[in-house]
């Protein structure tokens, strides 16, 4: 096992400059670039003067050449500086990762929290009216629009009754709370986001849970547990549940790219100042530094949820074993 660790960590610098090259290439695909924002919009901007900010920025030798001078600086950690604003790329995604992980954790955390429960409680009593209530629940949570039901609850919740802000992470007056003022304004700002973003993900995990202990204490084994006159709590909890989790364990190393790629969607509608609205704005200012800045971050993320899970299946079952 150890052997297929090691090889593992180091495939992930191999596969990570593949992702990127890729990426780097597919860019270079779409229309225009970053010098399109920075002249378009100035009609004062001869062609000579756009000539030498497209020479500025190196756009003008092949894209080949101009990722193999972004992958030296990329090993460095050094993203270069962004064409919008001029301001480094790794310093613009420090200031807005810690948002963005605040946010994803809180919602991985109420997503696990709920839905293992929901999906043992629910295999142990199949076909019982809390079963067919949490099927309901979960279709009802893979068919709504995930934007729809924020514009819904941000109407509802912050115009109608104003009971929660709609947008940002903090209020206006921030500054001139107290220390718990400021850890309630916080919250107040999460509620929404982090509500939406759990409600999705807590339908499909239960629903992994529900299936994995339903296959599971079907097993020979757990009747032979029953048949000893072990009592079902120690049936449930200690035999079965540590079986059934084989597949969310899968599911939780996967989770890891969703703190950022996830975050897009649900940042953008609540002005969310997070990785995922830096990269939506850098889509559409087609800045490419930070596109790739965010890119290499999900991808990191990916790598490191696949190599965790993989890390994770040892530990909850020990009969699993990877040949050397």
């Known amino acids: 096992m150890i052997h297929y ?38 009609v004062k901007v001869s062609p000579d003067a756009k000539a030498r900010i497209v020479n500025l ?10 990722y193999g001078y972004w992958l030296s600086y990329m090993v460095r950690l050094d993203f270069g500086r962004s064409a919008k604003d001029d ?27 709920f839905a293992l429960p929901i999906g043992i409680i629910s295999a142990v009593k199949q076909d019982s009216v809390f079963d067919k209530s949490m099927t309901v629940f979960v279709f009802i949570g893979y068919s709504v629009p995930t934007f729809g039901l924020a514009l819904l609850l941000m109407i509802l919740f912050g ?17 001139d709370l107290t220390f718990f003022g400021r850890i309630w304004d916080i919250a107040k700002h999460l ?3 982090v509500f939406i973003s759990a409600f999705t993900g807590l339908a499909g995990i239960s629903r992994y849970m529900r299936n994995g202990m339903l296959e599971v204490i079907r097993q020979d084994y757990i009747r032979t547990a029953r048949a000893k006159g072990l009592t079902e709590n120690v049936v449930i909890y200690k035999h079965a549940l540590r079986n059934a989790l084989l597949p969310i ?22 002005a969310y100042p997070g990785m995922g609205r830096l990269g939506y704005d850098a889509i559409m200012a087609r ?12 991808a990191l993320l990916t790598l490191a949820g696949n190599f965790l899970a993989d890390m994770a299946y040892g530990c909850v079952d020990p009969r699993i074993r990877y040949s050397k």
């Open 57 to 66: 920025y190196g756009l003008d030798k092949p894209w080949y050449e101009r």
């Open 159 to 175: 115009l109608k009754l104003g009971w929660l802000p709609i947008s940002g992470l903090r209020s206006f007056y921030y500054e």
């Open 191 to 193: 509620v929404l986001p």
């Open 87 to 113: 301001k480094p790329v790794m310093k613009k995604i420090m200031e807005r990762l810690p948002a963005t992980l605040l946010l994803q954790i809180s919602a991985l955390f109420f997503i696990f929290l």
């Open 287 to 298: 800045d490419t530094n930070v596109i790739m800045g965010v890119g290499v971050i999900v």
């Open 249 to 270: 364990v899968t599911i939780l190393g996967l989770t890891l790219p969703s703190l950022i790629g996830g975050s897009f969607i649900f940042e953008t509608i609540f």
């Open 5 to 42: 660790f090691i090889r593992r960590l180091i495939l992930i610098p191999v596969m990570l400059i593949g992702i990127t090259f890729l990426s780097f290439g597919i860019m270079q695909l779409a229309p225009g670039d970053a010098t399109d924002m920075l002249t378009s919009m100035n």
